[in-house]
């Protein structure tokens, strides 16, 4: 088992900043990628960005692309998602997701392992 717990979420302004962070415990955390999915009221869930286990390889949804930036360390078995120039249709909740296949990440709808609870980001604008 991995257990995914995500901070960091909050409110800002649109053209703002925020890093969502996602602690992971149990498993060895560098055995896994990792990736950020969101989901907004109303709407099927979104990926976000992915990346490998050793933060080599990286992919991202097109309309997140140069905005966002996924990374991670392992020393802290902690992801990071960094999202800058929020828009209000970045509104939704971010989760963090663990699977031992990167490839899993790029083909929607493929099973993730472990999922975190979430956190909450809400752009105003």
């Known amino acids: 088992q991995v257990q995914l717990v995500e901070s960091g979420g909050g409110l800002v302004q649109a053209g703002g900043s925020l890093r969502l962070s996602c602690a992971a415990s149990g498993r060895t955390f560098r055995n896994y990628a990792m990736g950020w999915f969101r989901q907004a009221p109303g709407k099927e869930r979104q990926f976000v960005a992915a990346i490998g286990w050793n933060g080599g390889l990286t992919y991202y949804s097109d309309s997140m692309k140069g905005r966002f930036t996924i990374s991670r360390d392992n020393a802290k078995n902690t992801v990071y998602l960094q999202m800058n120039s929020l828009k209000p249709e970045d509104t939704a909740n971010y989760y963090c997701?663990?699977?031992?296949?990167?490839?899993?990440?790029?083909?929607?709808?493929?099973?993730?392992?472990?999922w975190g609870q979430g956190t909450q980001v809400t752009v105003s604008s």
């Open positions: 997701a663990a699977d031992p296949s990167f490839s899993r990440f790029k083909i929607t709808g493929s099973p993730i392992d472990y």
